[in-house]
């Protein structure tokens, strides 16, 4: 299998064609080959060359049914891929296909109408000439009967000349015999034989009788009249045989007349069928012309004994098409009255069927050819502005979708700044400035991204920063716990907290909620983060450069100054103060910032804090009651020259501080805000785990709470707790 799909491959790339895809491409590619394999010893001579050629024409079929399905999926898939085709292809079905449909459906009435008009004709020449016969044959028998009431022994009595010739036609064979009181009278000339003579009427004819008749096997066009006078019984026939020189005389003008004698139609209901098919044979008589009897059964014998006359002439023009129609003619036989079938047909020109539909006036049928070709020649300049405006409808609709495929391969290949030339107003040019309009919106959305990427990256590494300046490590006294967590609702926080060790049995700690969100937030509070830091280094300088001094006696009186001064760092509430000053002097007037600061002594377990307009932290006690510390002031950095209050608690073992954010207790569902009480309720019943395990309960609750919903608020909780 291998090495036929290696065939294939080298084959088609051979044709740069792409290699077959799938069973039934792979299958019509060997039944060819398999077909000129099974050509070739189909010439052999013999059975070989037979059973060669029965196989190699069972594999065409097979061939042709799996060329089918390829066919189809090369139209759609190839052919009809592009819109333009498509769209011809449309415009085919849809303008061109009724219009070929009704050409071909009035070029057909056309034809049937030619034809049935031909037939029209052919009949109605030979209904006018029954007609000429039975005027003919009335006069004469009204001259014989009068003749014979005159003189009853008369013999050899002279017909008029008119019935030699009963129309402008002239006739071959005409033959007038009459019968007087069942008599036949003797009439002169006579120029015919015996046997041309017809016999007496039979029963079945009425007094008055035209038509086509079957006598003694000649086919005639007959008329018989009755005269009644004195008593006396008058009958009058005239005959004129159907032969060649009398059907050339019908179809004058017409084109070809063929008569056929042996082509039953139908038959006369009332008489019964015949035992046996007639007979036609015909002769050629040196006097009568052709003689026709019954006979032959078949459609070569019928065309074989047809009567013939006229000639069609050559064409005028083009389109001056034979047009053949055949009719049945209604024909008695003489002798019984059954009804025989015979058919005639017409071929003949639409040039000679309008010069006989217009024969009476040439000049309104030339009128009229002209106009219809006029119409004609309209119509097909019409069809053909139809189908230019179509064509450039066309160009104009596929041109749109080719500047539109190509404009989004540009944009593919990532040229944003490509664009269509739009010069039209229509929807396909809407279209054009829509996607024009959409490659500058998706060029200015991915500068757009590009900045947005830049920012977050910047913002990455502005987090990345801020991590660095909340206390890193496990932080704590051997006599006190702790525990802080800050969740930012954006990338940066503005909330602040730290832990700031003093020696093994001091700490300081502070917690900060920055007005604002965002970018301008994080920047405050790391302005608040350095400032904090910045006195508490400044602290612990001047309490080792107080140390030093206290030990020198020359500089004893100094040194207590210092140390005078390094305890002000430790008391929160002059903190705040400082830092007021600071924030309120470096920063806008809207921006403040809610602070709580406390200092822990391990050795006293005495809290002294000041709060700067933050949410009171609370202490919860072994005991389980609970204190707010909520002694202090204004929040810091929104106005000058204040001061703050700071109060003092004494921790006992067991009792837990729990500072928070409005993050924490402010966020809200249909149930209403999270709330301090449920803080507190949490905090209270999972007191005997680790500080880091109560967090984690309580930010899973906080989250619970919030559900789908984005955290509103940056989340700050710290909790500490004596041993």
Not at 62 to 72: A, D, E, H, M, V
Not at 395 to 413: F, K, P
């Given at each position: 299998?291998?090495?036929?799909?290696?065939?294939?491959?080298?084959?088609?790339?051979?044709?740069?064609?792409?290699?077959?895809?799938?069973?039934?491409?792979?299958?019509?590619?060997?039944?060819?080959?398999?077909?000129?394999?099974?050509?070739?010893?189909?010439?052999?001579?013999?059975?070989?060359?037979?059973?060669?050629?029965?196989?190699?024409?069972?594999?065409?079929?097979?061939?042709?049914?799996?060329?089918?399905?390829?066919?189809?999926?090369?139209?759609?898939?190839?052919?009809?891929?592009?819109?333009?085709?498509?769209?011809?292809?449309?415009?085919?079905?849809?303008?061109?296909?009724?219009?070929?449909?009704?050409?071909?459906?009035?070029?057909?009435?056309?034809?049937?109408?030619?034809?049935?008009?031909?037939?029209?004709?052919?009949?109605?020449?030979?209904?006018?000439?029954?007609?000429?016969?039975?005027?003919?044959?009335?006069?004469?028998?009204?001259?014989?009967?009068?003749?014979?009431?005159?003189?009853?022994?008369?013999?050899?009595?002279?017909?008029?000349?008119?019935?030699?010739?009963?129309?402008?036609?002239?006739?071959?064979?005409?033959?007038?015999?009459?019968?007087?009181?069942?008599?036949?009278?003797?009439?002169?000339?006579?120029?015919?034989?015996?046997?041309?003579?017809?016999?007496?009427?039979?029963?079945?004819?009425?007094?008055?009788?035209?038509?086509?008749?079957?006598?003694?096997?000649?086919?005639?066009?007959?008329?018989?009249?009755?005269?009644?006078?004195?008593?006396?019984?008058?009958?009058?026939?005239?005959?004129?045989?159907?032969?060649?020189?009398?059907?050339?005389?019908?179809?004058?003008?017409?084109?070809?007349?063929?008569?056929?004698?042996?082509?039953?139609?139908?038959?006369?209901?009332?008489?019964?069928?015949?035992?046996?098919?007639?007979?036609?044979?015909?002769?050629?008589?040196?006097?009568s012309g052709a003689h026709v009897d019954v006979g032959g059964e078949s459609l070569e014998d019928a065309r074989r004994l047809a009567i013939v006359g006229g000639t069609l002439p050559p064409p005028q023009h083009f389109y001056d098409v034979p047009v053949g129609f055949a009719a049945p003619l209604a024909t008695r036989e003489w002798t019984t009255g059954r009804q025989e079938g015979i058919s005639a047909e017409v071929i003949s020109r639409p040039s000679?069927?309008?010069?006989?539909?217009?024969?009476?006036?040439?000049?309104?049928?030339?009128?009229?050819?002209?106009?219809?070709?006029?119409?004609?020649?309209?119509?097909?300049?019409?069809?053909?502005?139809?189908?230019?405006?179509?064509?450039?409808?066309?160009?104009?609709?596929?041109?749109?979708?080719?500047?539109l495929y190509e404009a989004t391969l540009a944009i593919d290949g990532g040229n944003l700044r490509h664009r269509i030339q739009v010069k039209r107003r229509d929807q396909l040019g809407a279209l054009g400035r829509s996607f024009n309009s959409m490659a500058a919106s998706l060029e200015r959305l991915l500068a757009e991204q590009r900045e947005k990427e830049r920012l977050q990256n910047e913002l990455a590494i502005a987090q990345e920063v801020q991590a660095?300046?909340?206390?890193?490590?496990?932080?704590?006294?051997?006599?006190?716990?702790?525990?802080?967590?800050?969740?930012?609702?954006?990338?940066?926080?503005?909330?602040?907290?730290?832990?700031?060790?003093?020696?093994?049995?001091?700490?300081?700690?502070?917690?900060?909620?920055?007005?604002?969100?965002?970018?301008?937030?994080?920047?405050?509070?790391?302005?608040?983060?350095?400032?904090?830091?910045?006195?508490?280094?400044?602290?612990?300088?001047?309490?080792?450069?107080?140390?030093?001094?206290?030990?020198?006696?020359?500089?004893?009186?100094?040194?207590?100054?210092?140390?005078?001064?390094?305890?002000?760092?430790?008391?929160?509430?002059?903190?705040?103060?400082?830092?007021?000053?600071?924030?309120?002097?470096?920063?806008?007037?809207?921006?403040?910032?809610?602070?709580?600061?406390?200092?822990?002594?391990?050795?006293?377990?005495?809290?002294?804090?000041?709060?700067?307009?933050?949410?009171?932290?609370?202490?919860?006690?072994?005991?389980?009651?609970?204190?707010?510390?909520?002694?202090?002031?204004?929040?810091?950095?929104?106005?000058?020259?204040?001061?703050?209050?700071?109060?003092?608690?004494?921790?006992?073992?067991?009792?837990?501080?729990?500072?928070?954010?409005?993050?924490?207790?402010?966020?809200?569902?249909?149930?209403?805000?999270?709330?301090?009480?449920?803080?507190?309720?949490?905090?209270?019943?999972?007191?005997?785990?680790?500080?880091?395990?109560?967090?984690?309960?309580?930010?899973q609750t906080l989250r619970t709470w919030i559900g789908g919903q984005e955290q509103p608020d940056d989340v700050t909780l710290v909790l500490a707790r004596q041993r």
């Amino acid at each position: 299998m291998g090495q036929f799909r290696n065939f294939e491959v080298a084959v088609f790339r051979r044709l740069h064609r792409d290699p077959p895809a799938g069973f039934v491409h792979r299958a019509a590619f060997w039944l060819f080959l398999a077909y000129f394999a099974l050509s070739i010893p189909g010439w052999l001579p013999g059975v070989t060359g037979v059973v060669f050629r029965t196989l190699a024409s069972f594999d065409f079929f097979l061939l042709i049914l799996f060329c089918l399905p390829l066919l189809w999926r090369y139209i759609f898939q190839r052919l009809l891929w592009k819109v333009r085709n498509r769209l011809i292809v449309t415009y085919l079905l849809m303008g061109l296909t009724p219009v070929v449909l009704f050409v071909t459906l009035a070029l057909l009435l056309l034809y049937v109408f030619s034809g049935q008009f031909a037939i029209f004709a052919a009949t109605s020449v030979i209904n006018d000439e029954l007609a000429h016969i039975a005027s003919t044959n009335g006069s004469v028998v009204m001259h014989i009967a009068h003749a014979l009431d005159q003189n009853p022994g008369i013999r050899g009595l002279s017909i008029p000349e008119a019935s030699a010739d009963p129309s402008d036609q002239e006739y071959t064979g005409l033959t007038v015999a009459a019968f007087h009181d069942g008599r036949p009278v003797g009439l002169l000339p006579a120029s015919v034989e015996a046997h041309d003579i017809p016999s007496r009427p039979p029963s079945w004819v009425p007094a008055a009788f035209r038509g086509i008749v079957l006598d003694h096997g000649r086919l005639s066009l007959r008329a018989v009249d009755t005269q009644v006078l004195n008593g006396h019984t008058t009958i009058a026939i005239t005959s004129v045989p159907l032969e060649k020189e009398n059907v050339e005389a019908i179809a004058r003008d017409l084109g070809q007349v063929s008569i056929y004698p042996g082509v039953r139609f139908g038959e006369d209901q009332g008489a019964p069928p015949p035992r046996s098919t007639p007979k036609l044979s015909m002769t050629t008589p040196a006097k009568s012309g052709a003689h026709v009897d019954v006979g032959g059964e078949s459609l070569e014998d019928a065309r074989r004994l047809a009567i013939v006359g006229g000639t069609l002439p050559p064409p005028q023009h083009f389109y001056d098409v034979p047009v053949g129609f055949a009719a049945p003619l209604a024909t008695r036989e003489w002798t019984t009255g059954r009804q025989e079938g015979i058919s005639a047909e017409v071929i003949s020109r639409p040039s000679l069927l309008y010069k006989r539909l217009f024969i009476t006036s040439l000049d309104v049928g030339n009128f009229v050819r002209d106009g219809l070709i006029a119409i004609a020649i309209a119509f097909g300049v019409l069809e053909l502005l139809a189908f230019l405006a179509a064509v450039r409808l066309n160009q104009t609709i596929t041109r749109s979708v080719h500047a539109l495929y190509e404009a989004t391969l540009a944009i593919d290949g990532g040229n944003l700044r490509h664009r269509i030339q739009v010069k039209r107003r229509d929807q396909l040019g809407a279209l054009g400035r829509s996607f024009n309009s959409m490659a500058a919106s998706l060029e200015r959305l991915l500068a757009e991204q590009r900045e947005k990427e830049r920012l977050q990256n910047e913002l990455a590494i502005a987090q990345e920063v801020q991590a660095n300046l909340f206390p890193r490590g496990r932080i704590a006294l051997p006599m006190l716990e702790l525990y802080g967590v800050c969740l930012p609702a954006r990338t940066v926080s503005g909330d602040y907290y730290d832990f700031l060790l003093f020696g093994e049995t001091g700490l300081g700690m502070a917690l900060g909620d920055i007005s604002g969100k965002g970018i301008s937030a994080a920047l405050l509070m790391a302005t608040l983060h350095s400032a904090v830091r910045a006195y508490r280094f400044a602290g612990e300088e001047l309490l080792t450069e107080a140390a030093v001094a206290l030990a020198n006696p020359l500089t004893h009186e100094a040194g207590a100054e210092e140390v005078e001064c390094a305890e002000l760092f430790e008391q929160p509430a002059r903190i705040l103060a400082l830092l007021n000053r600071h924030l309120y002097r470096s920063t806008q007037p809207e921006k403040y910032a809610t602070l709580f600061l406390s200092h822990y002594d391990g050795i006293t377990r005495r809290l002294v804090y000041s709060n700067g307009g933050h949410l009171p932290p609370l202490l919860l006690r072994a005991n389980d009651t609970v204190t707010r510390l909520d002694r202090g002031g204004c929040v810091v950095g929104l106005l000058d020259d204040l001061h703050w209050e700071q109060g003092v608690e004494y921790l006992g073992s067991g009792d837990i501080l729990i500072a928070y954010s409005d993050g924490v207790t402010e966020p809200e569902n249909d149930f209403g805000e999270f709330g301090e009480s449920r803080l507190l309720e949490i905090v209270r019943r999972h007191r005997h785990l680790s500080l880091d395990a109560i967090s984690e309960q309580v930010i899973q609750t906080l989250r619970t709470w919030i559900g789908g919903q984005e955290q509103p608020d940056d989340v700050t909780l710290v909790l500490a707790r004596q041993r």
